[in-house]
T-cell receptor, first 114, second 111 residues
Framework: AQSVTQLDSQVPVFEEAPVELRCNYS??????LFWYVQYPNQGLQLLLK??????LVKGINGFEAEFNKSQTSFHLRKPSVHISDTAEYFC????????????FGKGTRLSVIA | NAGVTQTPKFQVLKTGQSMTLQCAQD?????MYWYRQDPGMGLRLIYY???????DKGEVPNGYNVSRLNKREFSLRLESAAPSQTSVYFC??????????FGNGTRLTVT
C-alpha cells in the first residue's frame, strides 16, 4: 500500500519570501502525484498534478512541484508568496493501475506573514 | 456548473441518532469517494465506489454505510452516531485516474 508523509505540519513564511512544502511518498509501484489546497472553510482544489512526462510540473497561482523518483519526493515550491496563499496544502498519491483511491498526507498549514 | 454537491452543509446530532449525508455529481464521473477530515489527520478514506453498483471499504469504514444510488449519487449513512464521528466529511468524484473533484463538505457535530 502507498503512503504519504508531509514533513512539516506548519510553515510560517514572510510575504514575498520563497517557500517549499515537502512531501515524500512510499509505493512499490508507479504512482500519480497531486497537490491540493484548502482555503479556510472550503473544499479542496487541485493545485497541480504529475501523471507522466516532465518531472517539473507547474500549477495554478505560481506554484510548481518537482517529481524525484530516486528520492520518492514531490516537493511544492513558490518563489514569492502572498498573503492570499495562507491555506492548508495536501499532497496525495495514487497508483497507476485501476481506480485506486488517492491517499493523502496529513497536510501542511502555510501561514504567510505580512 | 455545479460539480459535486453535498447536503447538508452543517448538522448537529445527539449520540445514537442516525443521518444520511447526500452527495451528487453532474460530471458523469464513474468513481465517487467519501473522506473525513480531522485536525492533524489529513483526509482519510471511509468508503468509495469505483463504478455504479460497486462499493468498497476505505481506511476508516467502521460506523458507516454507503449506497451508490445511481451514477450521480453516493450517500453516506451513520446508523448510530458517536462523538468520535464529529468531523468534516467530503465527497469527491473522478473518472479513471484523473484528479479528484471535491464538494464543499459537511460539518458534523455529535454531542
Amino acid at each position: 500500500a502507498q503512503s504519504v508523509t508531509q514533513l512539516d505540519s506548519q510553515v510560517p513564511v514572510f510575504e514575498e519570501a520563497p517557500v517549499e512544502l515537502r512531501c515524500n511518498y512510499s509505493s512499490s509501484v508507479s504512482v500519480y502525484l497531486f497537490w491540493y489546497v484548502q482555503y479556510p472553510n472550503q473544499g479542496l482544489q487541485l493545485l497541480l498534478k504529475y501523471l507522466s512526462g516532465s518531472t517539473l510540473v507547474k500549477g495554478i497561482n505560481g506554484f510548481e512541484a518537482e517529481f524525484n523518483k530516486s528520492q520518492t519526493s514531490f516537493h511544492l515550491r513558490k518563489p514569492s508568496v502572498h498573503i492570499s496563499d495562507t491555506a492548508e496544502y495536501f499532497c496525495a498519491v495514487s497508483v497507476r493501475s485501476g481506480n485506486t483511491p488517492l491517499v493523502f498526507g496529513k497536510g501542511t498549514r502555510l501561514s504567510v506573514i505580512a | 456548473n455545479a460539480g459535486v454537491t453535498q447536503t447538508p452543509k452543517f448538522q448537529v446530532l445527539k449520540t445514537g441518532q442516525s443521518m444520511t449525508l447526500q452527495c451528487a455529481q453532474d460530471m458523469n464521473h464513474n468513481s465517487m469517494y467519501w473522506y473525513r477530515q480531522d485536525p492533524g489527520m489529513g483526509l482519510r478514506l471511509i468508503y468509495y465506489s469505483a463504478s455504479e453498483g460497486t462499493t468498497d471499504k476505505g481506511e476508516v469504514p467502521n460506523g458507516y454505510n454507503v449506497s451508490r444510488l445511481n451514477k450521480r449519487e453516493f450517500s453516506l449513512r451513520l446508523e448510530s452516531a458517536a462523538p468520535s464521528q464529529t468531523s468534516v466529511y467530503f465527497c469527491a468524484s473522478r473518472v479513471g485516474n484523473s484528479p479528484l473533484h471535491f464538494g464543499n463538505g459537511t460539518r458534523l457535530t455529535v454531542t
